[in-house]
């Protein structure tokens, strides 16, 4: 079905209105018409006069007209009692929207008196249940603010309760709140765990409640204490004011222990005798204190009866710490009293400041001490590797041993100067806050340490120039002799097979080889012998034959690693040069060579020695075997 819109749809229906309302007016004339012509039938039949009916017709009218005035009257007081409600319902809803902070009421246009009156009660109804709503929730977080200012002792939250709260003092109120629990939380955990430490430790003191505040901590339910600030914060001084306490018993209980040990290590007391005390060697209550002390009067009175012993075992004490320390001769020489042999209480006074004077310099400087002791540590340690690589023996090693041996002397190499370093920092820090020098063995470090590398490379020096002369000497004595048997080395000789093997595969022996066929098999050269008869090196007796080692030692002379290479003799190629002539006998002037010319490195000597082994080498072996088997 279509409706119409707009201004015609009103006049339409404005034009409906007025032809309902006719046609009811007609149909009610038509029934008070209908109903007095009934009257009048009824009163005729009866036959009542026409006077009496014309009364009784006025009397219906009359009826009519009341009933209609009474109608008239309710619909009026009707209409009067809306009017009211509406002015009613507008005064409280402007008060309301006042209080609640919102924006008034606005009815809509054209609405009847009935449409107005039931929009603003039932407006009207909603802002008082929001009134109500927010009253309530205040008035709960007012009691929530007041039970947190009881027990963390602070002032209620400035809000006035006389009026409604707006939705935002509502929201800030209800974060104080969440605040507030946020803090009595916090402040319970703080509470709980000081309250367990501070009955911890008055237990370890063997305290009990004195104060009113630690009855109140200690006796007194955990849920009547008040978290306020002042109470917190005299819950953290009394714990630290216990803890003090504690730490001092602790302190002292340490130092009664130490002396204790001290005494029992002086008099020389035995385990089973300290173990019947060890019951009170741990812990700081005020029993064990009164223990520890006991003891240690005890420990006194013995020590005064076994003065001698204890004297010597703190000069035993004494003489560890001055190791410790590095201190030197002179220094240790300072405390005269630790040569004196009259042992009196005195005597053993100064012995004990002496030795309580040690402990606290060691003690304070302990970390330079280590760092010292760790580079004399170090230094040992490279001395001996050093010593153990220029040990000949080190190459009959096979456990892999001898290349980790010059992997951690290299380490230690480089180590050392970077430990120096930190040192020399360290020192020099020192120093400077004590305003003296540092020494070690009595004299500067920086020193002693320059020291000791000049004394190493000192022993090193004459070490090579040890080996320079045994080898001159050598080669001196193998020019006038010949170079004598060597006991075969466990490594063959990866080159050609020696003349001895030749003659042993073409199953002849050769009677006329003498050690120095070594030396010949070795620089690939023919000596002459000397005309001088010299029993055979190896002892048999003449006439026997002296068979070629299966192993020959025809390998060059091995020396140390690295540097130590160097000390190789470059003038055999001199010697191999001098021995190849074949009429020039070894006792010629041949010694006159010069045998100061030194080759820097191994590798240079091996080049000199494969040069002259390529020319002439094989050629020379294959010769002299010929030559000897022919014969």
């Known amino acids: 079905m279509y409706l119409p819109h707009g201004r015609n749809y009103n006049n339409q229906h404005f034009t409906l209105d007025i032809v309902r309302k006719f046609i009811l007016a007609t149909e009610s004339v038509a029934c008070l018409n209908g109903a007095l012509s009934h009257l009048q039938n009824i009163w005729e039949e009866i036959g009542i006069p026409e006077d009496q009916r014309l009364q009784r017709t006025e009397v219906v009218k009359k009826h009519i007209k009341d009933l209609l005035d009474m109608m008239i009257a309710e619909e009026e007081h009707l209409r009067e009692r809306l009017k009211k409600s509406i002015d009613m319902c507008h005064s409280e809803l402007d008060t309301v929207c006042q209080e609640l902070n919102v924006t008034p009421f606005k009815p809509v246009h054209d609405s009847t008196m009935l449409q107005l009156e039931k929009e603003l009660r039932t407006q009207l109804e909603v802002l008082i249940k929001e009134k109500k709503e927010r009253l309530q929730e205040l008035k709960c977080l007012r009691e929530k603010d007041e039970d947190f200012c009881d027990i963390l002792c602070i002032t209620p939250y400035s809000i006035d309760t006389d009026f409604v709260p707006s939705i935002n003092q509502l929201d800030a109120y209800r974060q104080y709140i969440a605040s507030l629990n ?11 765990n000081i309250k367990k430490q501070i009955i911890i430790c008055m237990d370890e003191l063997d305290q009990l409640p004195e104060t009113s505040f630690e009855k109140d901590v200690i006796c007194e339910d955990e849920e009547a204490f008040c978290l306020s600030n002042e109470n917190i914060l005299g819950l953290n001084t009394l714990l630290q004011q216990l803890e003090i306490r504690r730490a001092q018993n602790e302190a002292k209980s340490s130092e009664l222990r130490d002396q204790i040990v001290n005494l029992w290590n002086r008099l020389q007391f035995s385990q089973e005798e300290r173990d019947v005390f060890a019951v009170h060697m741990t812990g700081s209550r005020a029993t064990t204190m009164r223990a520890l002390q006991t003891e240690l009067v005890r420990l006194e009175e013995l020590k005064l009866q076994n003065m001698k012993n204890v004297i010597e075992a703190i000069r035993q004490e004494m003489t560890f710490y001055w190791e410790k320390c590095f201190l030197s001769t002179e220094q240790r020489q300072a405390f005269a009293p630790y040569y004196d042999e009259d042992c009196s209480e005195d005597l053993l006074q100064l012995h004990e400041l002496e030795i309580n004077r040690l402990k606290k310099y ?12 760790k580079w004399e540590e170090n230094w040992k340690l490279y001395l001996a590797l050093e010593n153990k690589a220029s040990d000949p023996n080190r190459f009959t090693n096979r456990g892999g041993n001898l290349l980790k041996e010059e992997k951690q002397r290299t380490k230690l190499y480089k180590m050392l100067p970077k430990l120096e370093e930190e040192l020399k920092v360290q020192i020099d820090a020192w120093e400077q806050a004590n305003g003296s020098q540092f020494q070690v063995n009595g004299q500067n470090f920086i020193a002693y340490v320059e020291e000791q590398w000049e004394l190493h490379r000192m022993e090193k020096e004459r070490e090579k120039q040890d080996r320079q002369l045994k080898k001159n000497k050598q080669i001196e004595e193998e020019m006038l002799y010949g170079s004598s048997s060597k006991t075969p080395s466990k490594r063959r000789f990866n080159g050609p097979n020696t003349p001895g093997k030749v003659r042993k595969l073409n199953g002849t022996s050769i009677s006329s080889a003498t050690p120095n066929s070594t030396l010949r098999s070795t620089f690939a050269v023919s000596v002459c012998r000397s005309p001088i008869s010299r029993p055979p090196l190896s002892g048999c007796k003449p006439g026997q034959s002296l068979r070629t080692p299966g192993r020959s030692a025809t390998k060059p002379p091995r020396f140390g690693l690295n540097e130590r290479n160097k000390e ?7 010697i191999g040069m001098a021995m190849s002539g074949a009429s020039t006998s070894i006792t010629t002037p041949q010694r006159n060579l010069s045998i100061n010319s030194v080759a820097t490195t191994y590798s240079e000597f091996a080049q000199e020695f494969s040069k002259a082994s390529k020319s002439s080498c094989q050629s020379r072996i294959l010769n002299s075997t010929t030559s000897n088997l022919h014969t």
């Open 568 to 574: 190789n003799v470059s003038h055999l190629n001199g």
């Open 182 to 192: 946020e803090e009595k939380e916090r402040r319970w955990a703080e509470f709980v």
């Open 362 to 373: 060691y003690q304070t400087h302990q970390e330079l001490f280590e760092g010292v002791c």
